[in-house]
């Protein structure tokens, strides 16, 4: 089993759809989660942490569930800058980070 | 406050040659992490450096890689003998505190080709 599993997608959706991403990890000792995005293969940026009470930053919410290791990211009415491939995060022991593969979303007008 | 910095963000080795790779973390972070990213993977990671101190290298192929953030001046990755299949981004990040449940900031990468 890979340490972060994620849908690949691609998800294409139209503008103002809500779309949600999925994650699991077989780590059950990870302590910190984030959900990171990535452009064009530049270098990722944090999006949001994800905590166990679930947390909400505008458009974007995060859920994470210990007991399943799982995770997810909940996009409401999407823009066209919000093509990108979304990362999902887990830390390893308190040290790197693991990364999942990534999914990529594609917003079309 | 200038973020991460890396540098060079493109290099072009032939098979056999030496690469270096720098990183200037951001000012005040004293914790460096490298990770690198083959085509069409996710990003792994390879060490994470404190200042003259490697903490955890578990990552990192064990023959022609090595890592370093000295005293004074930028962390340095540095592969020998460099095949092609070392072709692939190399990102570095920093954070001020210990620990991954801190956010890490990421630089721009380097792109290694080797032809």
């Known amino acids: 089993r890979k340490e972060v599993e994620q849908d690949p997608g691609p998800f294409n959706v139209p503008e103002g759809a809500t779309v949600a991403f999925n994650c699991t990890y077989s780590n059950s000792a990870s302590q910190s989660f984030f959900w990171y995005r990535q452009d064009c293969r530049k270098e990722p940026k944090l999006l949001m942490s994800v905590y166990s009470s679930g947390n909400e930053d505008g458009r974007f919410t995060a859920q994470l569930n210990r007991a399943s290791q799982y995770i997810s990211l909940l996009i409401r009415d999407s823009k066209l800058s919000d093509s990108a491939t979304y990362l999902c995060?887990?830390?390893?022991?308190?040290?790197?980070?693991?990364f999942g593969k990534g999914t990529t979303l594609s917003v079309s007008s | 406050n200038a973020g991460v910095m890396q540098n060079p963000r493109h290099l072009v080795r032939r098979r056999g040659q030496e690469a270096r790779l720098r990183c200037s973390p951001m000012?005040?972070?004293?914790?460096v992490y490298w990770y690198r990213q083959l085509p069409e993977e996710g990003l792994k990671f390879m060490v994470y450096?404190?200042?003259?101190?490697?903490?955890?290298e578990s990552g990192m192929p064990k023959e022609r890689f090595s890592a370093e953030f000295p005293k004074e001046g930028p962390s340095i990755l540095r592969i020998q003998q460099v095949v092609r299949g070392d072709s692939a981004a190399y990102f570095c990040?920093?954070?001020?505190?210990?620990?991954?449940?801190?956010?890490?900031?990421f630089g721009p990468g380097t792109r290694l080709t080797v032809l």
């Open positions: 995060v887990v830390d390893q022991a308190g040290t790197a980070l693991i």
């Open positions: 990040a920093s954070s001020p505190n210990e620990g991954s449940y801190n956010e890490q900031f």
């Open positions: 000012k005040g972070h004293s914790h």
């Open positions: 450096l404190q200042k003259e101190n490697i903490i955890d």
